[in-house]
C-alpha cells in the first residue's frame, strides 16, 4: 500500500527519521527502501541486532513510530498511476486486494485519509499474518489472494519495494509489477 498505492513514503521516512533519532539509531533513506514492506517492529529488531542496542522497548518505539505516521497520514494523496490501473481493474469486475506490511491502525489511517477505506475488497496487514512472516515472506500476498477467492497463479502484484517483489514471486502470482519503474512514479528523496 505505502509507495505503491498511497504517497506516503515520505511520511513514514519522517516518522522514521524522528524515533530513530529519539532512540539514537542510525537509520538511512536507502536502509528504509532496502527494508521497505517488513512490518515496523521486523525493522526496529534488525536496527537494534545490527547496532547492539538491547535497551530499547520495542512495542514503545513501533507504537511512537505508529502514532508519528498517523499524524502525517492525515495529508496522504493516492499514487495516480497504480490507482488508474486498480480502477480500470475494479470497472471490470475484478476484485482487488491491499497487501501491505504496514500495521491495521497506520494502514486504516491512510486508506481513510485518502478515502479509499471502502474501494478494496480486502486488506491484509502486518497484524494478519504470522509474526515474522513479514516481506520477503509470501504470507501477506498469500492471505491477499485468499482473501478475494483468487488463486496466486491468477494474481497480479503491484509494489514498490524488493522485499515485496520477493514475496509476491514466492507467493506465486501470474506476474510482480514494480510500481516504481512506470511513467509518473513519484519517488522520495532525502
Keep these: 500500500m505505502d509507495g505503491t498505492v498511497l504517497h506516503t513514503m515520505h511520511h513514514h521516512w519522517a516518522a522514521w527519521k524522528r524515533v530513530t533519532k529519539e532512540n539514537d539509531l542510525e537509520f538511512s533513506l536507502d536502509r528504509l527502501k532496502a527494508l521497505a514492506g517488513k512490518p515496523s517492529y521486523e525493522i526496529f529488531a534488525i536496527l537494534c541486532k545490527e ?4 535497551n530499547i522497548n520495542l512495542k514503545a518505539v ?5 502514532e508519528l505516521y498517523c499524524e502525517l497520514a492525515i495529508e496522504t ?23 501491505t506490511g504496514g500495521n491495521k ?13 471502502e474501494f478494496f475488497d480486502a486488506i491484509v496487514t ?4 504470522t509474526p515474522g ?14 482473501a478475494i477467492n483468487v488463486a496466486p497463479e491468477w494474481c497480479v502484484g503491484y509494489e ?4 515485496g ?23 522520495i528523496h532525502e
Design 51 to 54: 547496532q547492539n542496542r538491547v
Design 62 to 66: 513501533v507504537t511512537r513510530k505508529t
Design 77 to 99: 494523496e493516492t499514487i495516480g498511476i497504480v490507482m488508474d490501473i486498480a480502477k480500470q481493474a475494479k470497472q471490470q469486475g475484478l476484485p482487488i486486494a491491499i497487501a
Design 105 to 117: 491502525k497506520s494502514v486504516m489511517a491512510a486508506l481513510e485519509a485518502a478515502q479509499l477505506l
Design 126 to 129: 502486518a497484524d494478519d499474518i
Design 133 to 146: 512472516n513479514g516481506k520477503p515472506h509470501p504470507e501477506t500476498f498469500s492471505r491477499a489472494a485468499q
Design 160 to 163: 514498490d519495494a524488493e522485499l
Design 165 to 187: 517483489m520477493q514475496a509476491i514471486e514466492a507467493a506465486g502470482f501470474l506476474a510482480a509489477i514494480n510500481v516504481t519503474k512506470l511513467e509518473g512514479y513519484p519517488h
